[in-house]
C-alpha cells in the first residue's frame, strides 16, 4: 500500500516537473526568438535545449528551478553561433549571446 502511493507520488512529481518545463521552455523560446528579432538577427531552429538544471534561491529567498537553455542564432546566414537564457522558475533572469559578425 504504501509502495503505490509512492509510486503514484512519484508520477505526480515527474509530470509536474514534465508539465512545467515545457511552459518554461516555451517562454524560454519566445525571449530568445523575440531577443534576435530585436536586433536583426535569425533565430534557428525554432527551438532551445537544456544546458543545465539546479536549484537557485530567488530574491524573497526561496529555492525555485533555475534552468539555463542555448539556442543558435545567426547574422549573416553564413555561421551559426550560441545564446543562452536562463530562466528562475518562470522568469527570464539573463540572456546572452555569442560574440557575432555583423553582416
Not at 546566414?77 to 518562470?90: F, S
Request: with cysteine; net charge positive; proline share 0%.
Amino acid at each position: 500500500m504504501i509502495d503505490n502511493g509512492l509510486t503514484l507520488l512519484l508520477l505526480f512529481g515527474l509530470v509536474w516537473f514534465w508539465w512545467d518545463s515545457r511552459g518554461v521552455a516555451e517562454r524560454a523560446i519566445t525571449t530568445a526568438r523575440q531577443n534576435c528579432e530585436k536586433i536583426g538577427l535569425t533565430f534557428l531552429n525554432d527551438t532551445v535545449a537544456w544546458k543545465k538544471i539546479r536549484l537557485k534561491r530567488n530574491k524573497q529567498g526561496r529555492m525555485q528551478i533555475q534552468r539555463t537553455y542555448f539556442f543558435e542564432f545567426a547574422s549573416d546566414m553564413a555561421q551559426r553561433y550560441k545564446g543562452e537564457v536562463v530562466m528562475l522558475g518562470n522568469k527570464v533572469m539573463k540572456v546572452s549571446l555569442d560574440a557575432y559578425r555583423i553582416g
